[in-house]
């Protein structure tokens, strides 16, 4: 929160050195999985990585005679999770900062106001339900996390899980342990919901990315820059270094010859992903505010929508399989018995199951990437379209989309991103033609080939960011034109 939070507002309101370009390089770190910047940094600080090399050749040191913060530690999972997770806050923050009003923290001056005391008794809380939904989101994310903390030997619940279950063969204690984890989501979702409050803002007069309000003298405005340039560089630069180190090895470009596939299966199971993920969150979210009935019932329903995030994948996959299993059996038996048909597996093994279960994950993604944008909109805007004669497909298509389109973007970018990421659920459901970056990566990181391993996670990242930037630019652009 403290570095998300900090650099939006820097990047929104103050004019310093690179403002255009860090605006943009703070969302990249979103595009690389958390294991994998975890591999990168293993490698750079590891004992025989370059960094402890170049100390060691600097000063004469032996093995033994230095101390150096091991990486593989909780302190070392905390600062690649938060390198990797800080744009969550970022981007939720940014669009909020960048739709109040500039007359509101301009009156806060007026009155006396220090620029630090008008950003913490006037823009925190006017943002401060996009700040609790982008800390929610980091929240579920750590807990659900699984390839960083078992590359660091971190005990959690999801190592406990995916230990029980499948090292020991105890699947009701682990499904103890999942409905346990259940329970801590659930607490965490109802904190977000009580610190974020219940307003709301409909300015109309904006505060425009381009044209920041606060001129720094020329000292602490390179401290700006300074503090926006370093989580862009621990997050994103410095892995993306080190994976191409890795890839320009002899081994570097093992994986060239499956990459075309795997491109392409990523990119459609991502495509397809984010579509429909974003359509259900949509429709959740427009049923939830709506006065009439039971008002409270749609607003429970996404709450408990959103509770898979948090589920890891690997258990997510299991439990979506149980039931579907089920089901294909069931209409295989009917089909033989009535027709004397055999259908074979109709569900499992599919595309079906695999986009279900990412819809299932990554609702709350999308969800969050919504409700800022739903919780602006004037509750009657609906209904008023509806007195003029406009049907529900009518108001859908030209009233709330047009309204809502910055945040129906940035939710279906952060979908996109997270499906193109998403590796448990993935290897555990996915159709047996299909071939994903982050399963080949992962198969090549398992046998410890990292430096093979390094191209595929290059093209996540590349696949992942390319969309981070061209959302950016897109609600840059708008925040102008408002």
């Known amino acids: 929160m403290v570095i998300g939070v900090g650099c939006a507002w820097l990047v929104a309101t103050t004019a310093f050195p690179g403002r255009r370009w860090l605006r943009w390089a703070l969302l990249a770190p979103a595009a690389l999985p958390a294991y994998v910047v975890a591999y990168a ?7 025989a990585g370059p960094v402890q090399t170049w100390l060691r050749d600097l000063f004469g040191w032996q093995m033994g005679d230095y101390w150096f913060p091991p990486i593989r530690s909780m302190t ?36 006396g106001r220090s620029p630090w005391s008008s950003f913490l008794t006037v823009a925190i809380p006017l943002a401060r339900p996009a700040i609790m939904g982008g800390a929610a989101l980091v929240m579920m994310e750590t807990l659900a996390d699984f390839g960083t903390v078992q590359h660091f030997g971190i005990p959690t619940f999801t190592t406990g899980i995916y230990r ?12 103890k342990l999942a409905a346990y984890l259940l329970l801590v989501i659930g607490l965490v979702i109802a904190l977000e919901y009580l610190l974020r409050g219940r307003g ?4 109309a007069v904006r505060l425009g990315h381009d044209t920041a309000f606060m001129t720094p003298n020329p000292p602490l405005a390179w401290l700006a820059t300074l503090a926006c340039l370093i989580p862009a560089m621990v997050g994103f630069v410095l892995p993306v270094l080190c994976l191409i180190y890795l890839a320009m090895k002899s081994d570097g470009l093992n994986s060239l010859a499956l990459m075309p596939g795997a491109i392409t299966d990523t990119l459609w ?11 259900i969150a949509l429709m959740l979210s427009l049923a939830s505010r709506r006065r009439h009935g039971k008002r409270h019932l749609g607003p429970m329903g996404v709450k408990l929508a959103t509770l898979g995030y948090a589920v890891p994948g690997t258990v997510l996959a299991v439990g979506v399989l149980v039931p579907f299993g089920l089901l294909d059996r069931w209409i295989m038996a009917v089909a033989d018995d009535r027709f004397g048909v055999s259908l074979g597996l109709i569900f499992s093994g599919t595309a079906f199951i695999l986009l279900y279960a990412y819809a299932t994950r990554f609702l709350a993604v999308a969800v969050k990437g919504l409700e800022p944008g739903v919780l602006r909109m ?5 209904d008023a379209a509806q007195t003029l004669g406009a049907s529900s497909w009518q108001r859908l298509f030209r009233v709330y989309l047009p309204v809502l389109r910055p945040s129906v973007l940035t939710a279906s970018v952060f979908v996109f991103v997270e499906v193109v990421k998403e590796l448990p659920a993935t290897l555990v459901l996915r159709p047996f033609h299909v071939e994903t970056l982050a399963l080949l990566a992962y198969r090549y990181a398992a046998d410890e080939r990292l430096v ?29 034109q408002g």
């Open 41 to 47: 940094y293993t490698d750079i600080l590891q004992v």
């Open 76 to 111: 070392g999972a905390i600062m690649v999770m938060t390198a990797v997770f800080f744009p969550y806050v970022y981007i939720f923050s940014l669009v909020a900062f960048g739709t109040q009003a500039q007359r509101a923290v301009e009156i806060a001056r007026s009155l």
């Open 164 to 175: 029980t279950w499948f090292a020991m063969g105890a699947p009701l204690a682990a499904m």
């Open 200 to 203: 709301r803002q409909t300015q």
């Open 269 to 279: 199971l991502a495509l397809a992903g984010a579509l429909v993920t974003v359509i």
């Open 378 to 382: 004037a509750e009657n805007l609906g």
């Open 452 to 480: 093979s391993a390094a191209l595929p996670s290059l093209t996540i990242g590349l696949i992942g960011v390319i969309p981070v930037i061209i959302l950016g630019r897109i609600m840059f652009a708008r925040s102008q």
